[in-house]
């Protein structure tokens, strides 16, 4: 039997409907992801449509270097999306395991301990990634070309939901997370100042993007 499928090779009607079925895998950290990776891909858009235009030549350099790294980002966030299903379907898997006895109570509970760690630590993951998508939306709005400046304000409200997309399957997985475990005491301060940073970077985003766009 072949690899399996990877869900950002998919179709978008398929991956829509492998989303909507009732299997566990993939979910809404895998989302979450993708979205991010959708803002990422239009941040790049309005860098590709304002690089080398003569009223766009004074901030050359910020734009390339918003576009590299709008991609580097897109890819991160794409591989993410790949790791977040692959966490969660190992929490399936540890969750099947025999329980009969106590050596196979004993490796099933090392597994799902190491499982859900990893399911709390890839959306922690999803969550930064997304956050510099944010910050280069921020960048962009006041400098990037006037008509693609709807995309700029698209791009951080879709980095801004991975963000806390992403969050929500941090804060669902960390009770599950031995007491000792010290990402479960470490994460609730960086949640926090990412959700802020969501909040603060969308609404900075939109305004430059309302302000350059004019009255309705």
């Known amino acids: 039997m072949g690899d399996p499928v990877r869900l950002t090779d998919l179709p978008l009607r398929d991956l829509a409907d492998r989303l909507a079925s009732r299997e566990p895998v993939p979910g809404g950290g895998s989302a979450a992801a993708i979205a991010g990776a959708m803002g990422a891909a239009l941040v790049s858009m309005v860098v590709e449509l304002s690089v080398g235009r003569p009223e766009h030549v004074a901030h050359d350099a910020a734009l390339r270097e918003i576009g590299a790294a709008a991609a580097e980002r897109q890819a991160v966030l794409l591989d993410l999306a790949e790791a977040d299903a692959a966490a969660y379907q190992a929490v399936v898997t540890a969750r099947r395991m025999p329980k009969r006895t106590d050596p196979e109570r004993g490796a099933r509970s090392a597994a799902l301990r190491e499982a859900m760690l990893e399911a709390a630590r890839v959306p922690l993951r999803t ?22 400046i709807s995309d700029a304000g698209v791009a951080a409200q879709l980095a801004a939901a991975a963000v806390r997309g992403a969050l929500l399957n941090v804060r669902i997985n960390l009770p599950y ?7 479960r005491g470490a994460a609730g301060d960086e949640m926090r100042r990412l959700d802020a940073l969501a909040t603060a970077g969308e609404q900075a985003t939109l305004s430059a993007v309302d302000a350059r766009m004019g009255p309705t």
């Open 127 to 148: 969550a930064t990634v997304a956050s510099e998508v944010l910050g280069l939306a921020e960048r962009i709005a006041p400098i990037g070309n006037s008509n693609a």
């Open 177 to 183: 997370l031995p007491e000792d475990e010290p990402l």
